[in-house]
């Protein structure tokens, strides 16, 4: 069961979170890729599957999850490129959080639980796959 306030953290993920989570992706996978459409189709499948992350729907995060792992292999890129692309994410929306929310004790707590709920729920790499 999970916290109010994380719920409330992850509600507010879901209103904002999303051009963020992409852009980010677009420019970790750009970095690796260099510029062109399969960056942004994988930054698309990689965000889908944040947002079902976010939503709690850890059977269709777990489907889009394999089908970006599937989608890897087509590219130069690993699950550790896969990891960083993820770690990157919660960093950046750590920081918008420790940002736009510093005078809003209540809310902040909100997002910082939803963000430690989020890093609980990212599956690792997948190495037995």
Known sequence: ???ADAALGLSG???WSEPVIFD???EAYQAHL???PTPRKLARLHARTWRALILGDMAKYDALRWDLVEA???CPLDLD???DADGQILV???DIVMSRYQRSKQTAKGYHLALIALAGRLAPPLRAA
């Open 92 to 94: 950046e929306l750590l």
């Open 81 to 83: 490129d896969l990891a």
């Open 24 to 26: 980010r992706l677009v």
């Open 13 to 15: 993920f879901l209103e």
């Open 72 to 74: 890897l292999d087509e």
């Open 1 to 3: 069961m999970m916290n």
């Open 34 to 36: 260099g510029p062109g």
